[in-house]
């Protein structure tokens, strides 16, 4: 009878036939012990029933269990043959090898419904030989956990089904924002809508819904991150967003967050989410699932986004001008207007890298220091008596050689509590300048921008000096070891890790006179190029969450292939 049907009409119509027949049966059993309806008739119609109800109990916890899972593998089969979608086809994996367990499906379910009427009509017609365990109750509890296991199969297929039309969608959604961003625009507004999809509302800095229209035909930041981009990143990009009217700029950011939406829920995200909102003072999206997944897809695959926040540059015809204009905006500022990759390139072969690159905006003595003359050094660590034995010393020589100099310690990138407590003791003993958190962040962040857009652009140590010296720097934080660097306005400039830089000055006598015959700073670099370390070179940390480490680094002391190690770093250091 069922043979012409298909096979999720064939499990549904021998469902619906077992319901008709066993129905009554079915309601009466289960509501006699507590319907007084029912239990009347079941005294007219199923006497025995009525009074072997709690004998037969385990029967009918069988029986329940089982329908209930043929029910559900009922379900499964009919959603799976009727699955249709441009996205999936029935030849091909995972539809063709979900349709294959069908015909074992509905085997068992068939056979489980004879079963199930077996039990019923045996039930009907009860003598004495249904106890509370036969044979009879157990095959219906084997049937049944047999038909939950395909239930279970069945149920991962599926899941494997839509997972493939998801993402077929998905690629599709991408590949559609890839030729639209690719493809010239007369303005931005088409970009901007297919970023933001069925959201066409944006919260303005005073956190009243806008159009995102509003936005046409003007130069657009894109600032993407996750909920962990820190506040220094925040206060420094504001002073930079802040400085543009003065400067006579026209350009608005549009804070893009990355979340993980199976997380959101939890309470925490959200109330991150609102608290990041409340201090910037730039645009951002209305909601956190505001970005549609495909440009979330882009802007980790084409963008190269992973966790260090990156600022997408659109200029208004909704050209991108530079994946990622952070590093020029923390190195110049709105003097890179309109931020793009051109513009860096420019400033980069144009300027010569100086010491000012990276303080000119951190300390607003250094005009005063340099016109005066005197001889500036930036230094760190974290330990205290390197500290005390290396200022002292150091002031020492500048009184010996009868210069004038001024010492700012800068500190380590990742030791914020440390940072207080030893600005606190150089304060206390007046040891020398100090510089805040802020600061100290910017700093460090400035050398790894540089050093990342160096990487970015093929600059190894051998043919390019910047990079060396930057690298150097970075290592000297890395080491732990304290570090220092002298500076005049002359742009001399030399630069040792603690252990050779404070020894060198313990050692002052001996190179005193040549000191006195060409100067400081050429008598300490020469100096310090006899001085052999004791131990390995330098080390490098950098952040592995930019996704721009590169493959290969060389030794910036001594130009050796440095060995690639791994250190996990708690957060919240």
């Known amino acids: 009878m069922l043979s ?190 297919n970023i933001f999809g069925k959201e066409k509302v944006l919260l303005n800095p005073d956190r009243a819904e806008v159009y995102i229209n509003l936005l046409r035909k003007q130069h657009v930041l894109l600032l993407i991150s996750d909920l962990d981009i820190s506040q220094e990143e925040i206060r420094f990009l504001e002073a930079v967003y802040k400085e543009r009217v003065s400067s006579g700029l026209n350009y608005e950011i549009i804070w893009l967050p990355i979340v993980d939406r199976t997380t959101w829920n939890d309470g925490y995200y959200q109330k991150k989410f609102s608290n990041l909102q409340s201090i910037m003072s730039w645009y951002t999206v209305s909601h956190h699932v505001a970005i549609e997944p495909a440009v979330i897809k882009y802007i980790r695959e084409e963008w190269g986004f992973v966790k260090k926040p990156i600022a997408v540059t659109l200029n208004p015809q909704g050209k991108v001008l530079c994946p990622n204009a952070l590093n020029m905006m923390w190195i110049w500022g709105n003097s890179a207007f309109p931020f793009s990759s051109e513009k860096e390139e420019s400033f980069w072969k144009a300027k010569p890298w100086t010491l000012d690159h990276l303080v000119g905006r951190l300390e607003p003595n250094l005009p005063t220091w340099v016109s005066q003359q005197k001889v500036v050094c930036f230094y760190g660590s974290e330990e205290t008596e390197w500290i005390e034995s290396f200022t002292t010393a150091t002031k020492g020589v500048a009184k010996a050689l009868d210069i004038g100099i001024e010492m700012v310690y800068v500190g380590q990138k990742n030791a914020k509590e440390e940072h207080k407590k030893i600005t606190g003791l150089i304060k206390e003993k007046e040891l020398s300048h100090t510089w805040e958190d802020d600061k100290v962040w910017f700093f460090w962040n400035q050398l790894e921008s540089m050093l990342y857009w160096k990487t970015q652009h093929g600059k190894t140590i051998e043919n390019d000096v910047i990079k060396q010296e930057v690298m150097k720097m970075l290592g000297y934080d890395s080491s732990k070891n304290g570090w220092a660097v002298f500076y005049t306005g002359s742009g001399e400039l030399v630069k040792a890790n603690g252990e050779k830089v404070l020894s060198t000055m313990h050692s002052f006598e001996e190179w005193e006179k040549l000191a006195n015959q060409i100067g400081f700073i050429p008598a300490l670099r020469e100096k310090l190029e006899r001085v052999i370390p004791h131990h390995y070179c330098a080390r490098l940390i950098l952040p592995g969450n930019g996704g721009r480490i590169p493959e290969r680094v060389q030794c910036a002391e001594c130009g050796r292939p440095m060995e690639l190690n791994f250190l996990y770093r708690c957060g919240a250091e």
């Open 4 to 193: 012409s049907y298909s096979w999720g009409a064939k499990v549904v119509l021998t469902l619906a036939a077992f319901a008709v027949n066993f129905g009554e049966f079915w309601l009466i059993a289960q509501l006699c012990t507590s319907n007084p309806l029912a239990k009347s008739v079941a005294l007219l119609k199923q006497p025995d029933i009525s009074e072997h109800s709690q004998t037969l109990k385990s029967h009918f916890d069988a029986l329940s269990k089982l329908i209930n899972a043929m029910f559900d593998v009922t379900k499964s089969i009919v959603e799976l043959t009727g699955i249709h979608s441009k996205y999936i086809s029935i030849g091909e994996p995972p539809l063709s090898t979900a349709m294959t367990h069908i015909h074992t499906a509905t085997y068992w379910i068939i056979a489980s419904v004879v079963a199930c009427t077996r039990q019923i009509t045996g039930l009907i017609g009860m003598g004495n030989g249904f106890g509370p365990d036969t044979p009879e109750a157990r095959e219906l509890s084997s049937l049944a956990r047999k038909v939950s296991s395909i239930h279970e199969h069945l149920q991962s297929r599926l899941r494997l089904c839509y997972e493939h039309i998801d993402e077929k969608k998905l690629m599709e959604a991408f590949e559609h924002f890839k030729r639209t961003i690719e493809t010239p625009q007369v303005d931005n507004l088409k970009i901007l809508q």
